[in-house]
């Protein structure tokens, strides 16, 4: 992977981080070293640059894929089995979109801020992170670095552990979150005072603090992206048998396969697709 991404940053550093006015990954990285740490551009990259550069290009390209397809398969599954909620994030695309599916991807690509538009389509999506978060994170504990319980005030040392944050059993805590096991994207717009208003901080798949992830508000965006060219022109029903097992109420639960780091639908989500009419 390095030496399919070195020549990348090699061309950004001698065209002076300039990328035609198209801002990508590459071009900000760039620019970012051109600018503040007074690369050259005569072809030679600081090693320092390189590596670091590099290491946040491939974790774009591994974390960025898989997580992102699991997420959209979820979405795909709760509107299924949420026909209102089919009914409301379909509404919204007509206003914002106009009402023929077919030039959603024109007037995205004239206008990709009616992106940001999306706000029920936005709320779809935090609320099938919240019930099935692709993936959690651990910390290495530190000497100095204590866990302290909110009500008992006891403080647990971590050096020696490694710290496993389970967004998935957060997230459905009664303790944090009202109806926990709902499918509710109408909580992500509940005010303050209302049963089902977010609690800050306890929505975390993505984790918080400065090694939250990296690549959160593009796989938010792919996502709203996605589900505005499909959910219109497509009927995408999850086949599972209705007889099948269930985890947390779920026919597609959750599983992790040996020697993978990140979950997946169970059965990797079997689905009946249909052409709209």
């Not at 978060?133 to 910390?139: A, H, K, M």
């Not at 389970?166 to 499918?183: G, K, T, V």
């Not at 099948?244 to 997946?264: D, F, W």
């Amino acid at each position: 992977m390095r030496n399919c991404l070195l020549p990348h940053l090699r061309r950004e550093i001698s065209e002076h981080g300039q990328s035609n006015g198209t801002k990508t990954i590459n071009s900000l990285a760039v620019k970012a070293y051109l600018t503040d740490f007074k690369g050259s551009s005569s072809g030679r990259i600081d090693s320092h640059f390189v590596n670091v550069a590099i290491a946040q290009l491939k974790m774009f390209l591994f974390a960025g894929h898989d997580t992102t397809a699991s997420a959209l398969c979820y979405a795909y599954h709760f509107l299924w089995t949420n026909p209102e909620t089919l009914e409301a994030i379909r509404a919204e695309h007509d206003a914002v979109f106009g009402s023929d599916p077919s030039q959603a991807a024109t007037k995205i690509v004239e206008n990709p801020q009616l992106l940001n538009q999306l706000s029920y389509t936005s709320s779809v999506i935090k609320e099938t992170l919240r019930l099935f978060p692709p993936v959690g994170t651990i910390r290495q504990g530190q000497r100095n670095f204590f866990l302290t319980h909110p009500d008992t005030g006891v403080r647990y040392p971590t050096e020696g552990f490694m710290l496993f944050s389970c967004s998935l059993a957060e997230q459905r805590n009664e303790m944090f979150w009202s109806r926990p096991d709902d499918f509710l994207p109408e909580r992500w717009v509940a005010k303050e005072g209302d049963p089902l208003h977010v609690r800050k901080n306890a929505f975390r798949p993505f984790e918080l603090g400065p090694r939250n992830c990296i690549g959160q508000e593009l796989v938010q965006l792919e996502l709203r992206a996605i589900l505005a060219l499909t959910v219109r022109e497509l009927d995408i029903q999850s086949a599972y048998p209705e007889d099948g097992p269930r985890v947390l109420g779920e026919l597609a639960y959750q599983t992790l396969a040996p020697q993978e780091i990140t979950s997946h639908p169970n059965h990797g989500m079997p689905v009946r697709v249909k052409v709209r009419s």
